[in-house]
T-cell receptor, first 111, second 115 residues
Framework: EDQVTQSPEALRLQEGESSSLNCSYT??????LFWYRQDPGKGPEFLFTLYSAGEEKEKERLKATLTKKESFLHITAPKPEDSATYLCAVLNAGNNRKLIWGLGTSLGVNP | GAVVSQHPSWVICKSGTSVKIECRSLDFQATTMFWYRQFPKQSLMLMATSNEGSKATYEQGVEKDKFLINHASLTLSTLTVTSAHPEDSSFYICSARALGQETQYFGPGTRLLVL
């Protein structure tokens, strides 16, 4: 069964304290892995799409990497404004092409 | 680029009335739009997928007669919650995807409260 697991469930960092969020997946053929950021009461904001193992993408303090089993979202020197829930989703290669979502990691960054 | 809007952002209605939510892709053509529902502290639950000019495909357990979806143009999809009841109160989010692309871009969401 296709599944996405995110860890940790919640994480609190001090400003400037770098860390990584994990997204483990099992899917019958990966068509794409997506990272989104969601602030309370808002829709998810697109961050990255990764398509194949070894791929990496960066945007400001965020860097996403992908292997055949998992993806990491590295946050370098986070700021309080990086506080949000980070969602991971995968798209399988089947005909339905539905996103399979993880439950997210709630990140809080203390000033 | 890839901006999706939703209107209204907040709606309060009486039980038994119908509510329409609009989802627009502002700077790209969305051949496919999706409607999700999100409960507090939970992930997104896909309700239906709609392709421009076609009938929507609903997920198992979602009543198509209650949640009417129209995707009449490449930039607009609407979700109408018919005869709303308090249990329909939720956060509804749409997303849009361009032809040949895999990434979905999400709207800001609509908070529905049915009294």
């Amino acid at each position: 069964e296709d599944q996405v697991t995110q860890s940790p469930e919640a994480l609190r960092l001090q400003e400037g304290e770098s860390s990584s969020l994990n997204c483990s997946y099992t899917v019958s053929g990966l068509r794409g892995l997506f990272w989104y950021r969601q602030d309370p009461g808002k829709g998810p904001e697109f961050l990255f799409t990764l398509y194949s193992a070894g791929e990496e993408k960066e945007k400001e303090r965020l860097k996403a990497t992908l292997t055949k089993k998992e993806s990491f979202l590295h946050i370098t020197a986070p700021k309080p404004e990086d506080s949000a829930t980070y969602l991971c989703a995968v798209l399988n290669a089947g005909n339905n092409r539905k996103l399979i979502w993880g439950l997210g990691t709630s990140l809080g960054v203390n000033p | 680029g890839a901006v999706v809007s939703q209107h209204p952002s907040w709606v309060i209605c009486k039980s038994g009335t119908s509510v329409k939510i609009e989802c627009r892709s502002l700077d790209f053509q969305a051949t496919t739009m999706f409607w999700y529902r999100q409960f507090p502290k939970q992930s997104l639950m896909l309700m239906a997928t709609s392709n421009e000019g076609s009938k929507a495909t609903y997920e198992q357990g979602v009543e198509k007669d209650k949640f009417l979806i129209n995707h009449a143009s490449l930039t607009l999809s609407t979700l109408t919650v018919t005869s709303a009841h308090p249990e329909d109160s939720s956060f509804y989010i749409c997303s849009a995807r361009a032809l040949g692309q895999e990434t979905q871009y999400f709207g800001p969401g609509t908070r529905l409260l049915v009294l």
